[in-house]
């Protein structure tokens, strides 16, 4: 049973516009999200997280909104650039035993970015 | 230069051979990690580790096995019971917080083909 959820496997948008990302989950004890960038045959390189406590964070282009209500989250890149093309994985995380956590990712999304 | 690496790259081995990746990280931190990624399955977690001589299992760890003897070192041997070993293996590090708000670092990644 997934519990992120990463629905759209692609997509596909022009350089300098608005990409959206999206994300939701079903374990309400997940306490912390992230957003991983992943090129073909590497290791995913972290971009943004937010915890539960906040509705966005902003780092540059890059801008998560978390809607706990809705049990969703969603990446806005803007300008997207062709560098940005990639899997995207959002993943989050939850208390385990003592203070150890383990991230738990969706399937990703295929992002591609037209010149 | 701090980082985790992972060797080798690139692993072929003969169907019921076992196998270890090794994992190594110098960035000092308590928590390791090792995921598998297949295509449209995302980032899957094998097994985890907080300290030394100690870690739990994922969500398949099934026909693996892991030692944390070392806390700069995590390796992973795939043993023949693993049924579906051919997999892209990703080892990932990360601190501990008492709030579990911390991002982990991945590897580049093993390739594993079983012929």
């Known amino acids: 049973d997934q519990q992120v959820k990463q629905n759209s496997p692609s997509l596909s948008v022009q350089e300098g516009r608005i990409s959206i990302l999206n994300c939701d989950y079903t374990?309400?004890?997940?306490?912390?999200f992230l957003w991983y960038k992943k090129y073909p045959a590497e290791g995913p390189t972290f971009l943004i997280s937010?915890?539960?406590?906040?509705d966005k964070n902003e780092d540059g282009r890059f801008t998560v909104f978390l809607n706990k209500s809705a049990k969703h989250l969603s990446l806005h890149i803007v300008p997207s650039q062709p560098g940005d093309s990639a899997v995207y994985f959002c993943?989050?995380?939850?208390?385990?035993?003592?203070?150890?956590?383990?991230?738990?990712f969706g399937k990703g999304t295929l992002l591609t970015v037209n010149p | 230069d701090g980082g985790i690496t992972q060797s080798p790259k690139y692993l072929f081995r003969k169907e019921g051979q076992n196998v270890t990746l090794s994992c190594e990280q110098n960035?000092?931190?308590?928590?390791m990690y090792w995921y598998r990624q297949d295509p449209g399955q995302g980032l899957r977690l094998i097994y985890y580790?907080?300290?030394?001589?100690?870690?739990q299992k994922g969500d398949i760890a099934e026909g693996y096995s892991v030692s944390r003897e070392k806390k700069e070192s995590f390796p992973l041997t795939v043993t023949s019971a693993q049924k579906n070993p051919t997999a892209f293996y990703l080892c990932?590090?990360?601190?501990?917080?008492?709030?579990?708000?911390?991002?982990?670092?991945f590897g580049q990644g093993t390739r594993l083909t079983v012929v």
């Open positions: 990932a590090s990360s601190r501990l917080l008492g709030r579990g708000e911390t991002e982990a670092f």
């Open positions: 374990n309400s004890m997940f306490d912390y």
């Open positions: 937010i915890s539960s406590i906040k």
């Open positions: 993943a989050a995380s939850e208390r385990g035993r003592g203070s150890n956590y383990k991230l738990t």
């Open positions: 960035l000092n931190h308590d928590a």
């Open positions: 580790s907080q300290i030394v001589n100690d870690f």
